[in-house]
C-alpha cells in the first residue's frame, strides 16, 4: 500500500520563474493538504483540497496556488517565486476533510531551491 | 531527559534515558492533538494522538499527556533508543470552516547518545 508520494523530491529553481509541485495521496485518502516547511521550523499550513475545491486556506499570498485532480492527487503551483521561497513543500493525505479525528500522512516533501 | 517546550528546542539523553518532550498549545478550542516525529530528509510521521476529552494515551513506548486547564502537552518515551533521535512536532487541531487543520509548533529535536 503505497503511502503519499511526492514529486520531485528536489528542485533549484531562479526567482521569479514558477514551480509546480506534484502529489498522489495515500490509498483511499481523498483529501490533500499543502505545507510550508522553513528550515528549522514547523510545517506552516497552505491549503487543503477535497472534491477537487480548495477548502482551507493558510496565510500565504495568491502566488501560491493549487488543484485536485478527480483521481485525488494534487498540484501546488508557486509563481513569480522569491528567494523566501526556498523550502520543503510538505503534501499531506487524509480521509475525511471535517468531524474526523483522523491524522495526517506526509509524504518526503519537495526540497525547493530558488537562487 | 525533559524539555520545556519553545524555550529548549534540543533535548539530549542517553540511550535507555526515559525522555520528555512538551508542548504549549495556544487556542483553548483545539481538541485534537498529535505528535509527529520528522527524521532528517524526511516527512513528518504519525506517533500518537490524543482527543481532549482524554488526559493520557498510551502506545508502544509512547505516552501522551494532556492538561486542558494549563494548555500543555507532553509526549514520553520509554527507553530511548538512537532510532528516536529526529525533531518531534506537536500539532493542535481546531475546526475551520467545517475542516480540521492542524497547527504546528516550532519542534524540539531529540538526540539520543548511545
Known amino acids: 500500500d503505497a503511502g503519499v508520494t511526492q514529486s520531485p523530491t528536489h528542485l533549484i529553481k531562479t526567482r521569479g520563474q514558477q514551480v509546480t509541485l506534484r502529489c498522489s495521496p495515500k490509498?483511499?485518502?481523498?483529501?490533500v493538504s499543502w505545507y510550508q516547511q522553513a528550515l528549522g521550523q514547523g510545517p506552516q499550513f497552505i491549503f487543503q483540497y477535497y472534491e477537487e475545491e480548495e477548502r482551507q486556506r493558510g496565510n500565504f499570498p495568491d502566488r501560491f496556488s493549487g488543484h485536485q485532480f478527480p483521481n485525488y492527487s494534487s498540484e501546488l503551483n508557486v509563481n513569480a517565486l522569491l528567494l523566501g521561497d526556498s523550502a520543503l513543500y510538505l503534501c499531506?493525505?487524509?480521509?475525511?476533510?471535517?468531524?474526523?479525528?483522523?491524522?495526517?500522512?506526509f509524504g518526503n516533501g519537495t526540497r525547493l531551491t530558488v537562487t | 531527559g525533559e524539555n520545556v517546550g519553545l524555550h529548549l528546542p534540543t533535548l539530549s539523553v542517553q540511550e535507555g534515558d526515559n525522555s520528555i518532550i512538551n508542548c504549549a498549545y495556544s487556542n483553548s478550542a483545539s481538541d485534537y492533538f498529535i505528535w509527529y516525529k520528522q527524521e532528517s530528509g524526511k516527512g513528518p510521521q504519525f506517533i500518537i494522538d490524543?482527543?481532549?476529552?482524554?488526559d493520557k494515551r498510551q502506545g508502544q513506548r509512547v505516552t501522551v499527556l494532556l492538561n486542558k486547564t494549563v494548555k500543555h502537552l507532553s509526549l514520553q518515551i520509554a527507553a530511548t533508543q538512537p532510532g528516536d533521535s529526529a525533531v518531534y512536532f506537536c500539532?493542535?487541531?481546531?475546526?475551520?470552516?467545517?475542516?480540521?487543520?492542524?497547527?504546528f509548533g516550532r519542534g524540539t529535536s531529540l538526540i539520543v547518545h548511545p
Open positions: 490509498s483511499g485518502h481523498d483529501t
Open positions: 490524543i482527543r481532549s476529552n482524554m
Open positions: 500539532a493542535e487541531n481546531r475546526a475551520s470552516g467545517g475542516s480540521y487543520i492542524p497547527t
Open positions: 499531506a493525505s487524509s480521509l475525511y476533510p471535517a468531524g474526523d479525528y483522523s491524522p495526517l500522512h
